[in-house]
């Protein structure tokens, strides 16, 4: 079992910064992921980054890049985002997830990688 704790969710304005946090506690395994989707309202919840817990390796949906990071903290089981220029499109609900188990061809993006989810983090960015 693997709980996850989600935190740093809120309300910011147009063009402000937030940090999520994600940390994992119980069991992980030696080849592991953590990821984060987020869902806004009448939406099909939709990948925004990932990090390979085993390498290091990050995944980002391109639209991201250079604007949300993606990093952990190992020692930790702990997952960040920092999330900059912030728009109210950005407006959703942040899920934390993890795969423990996530095959050699790693695809980020897919749910079905991930057995794990946090209960997830209001993100509002108001105009």
């Known amino acids: 079992q693997v709980q996850l704790a989600e935190s740093g969710g809120g309300m910011v304005q147009a063009g402000g910064s937030l940090r999520l946090s994600c940390a994992a506690s119980?069991?992980?395994?030696?080849?592991?992921?953590m990821a984060w989707f987020r869902q806004a309202p009448g939406e099909e919840r939709d990948f925004v980054a990932a990090i390979n817990m085993n390498h290091g390796g990050t995944y980002y949906t391109n639209s991201m890049k250079g604007r949300f990071i993606i990093s952990a903290d190992n020692t930790r089981n702990t997952m960040y985002l920092q999330m900059n220029s912030l728009q109210p499109e950005d407006t959703a609900v942040y899920y934390c997830?993890?795969?423990?188990?996530?095959?050699?061809?790693?695809?980020?993006?897919?749910?079905?990688?991930?057995?794990?989810w946090g209960q997830g983090t209001q993100v509002t960015v108001s105009s």
């Open positions: 119980g069991r992980t395994s030696t080849n592991w992921a």
């Open positions: 997830a993890v795969g423990t188990n996530i095959p050699a061809l790693f695809i980020a993006g897919d749910e079905s990688e991930y057995d794990y």
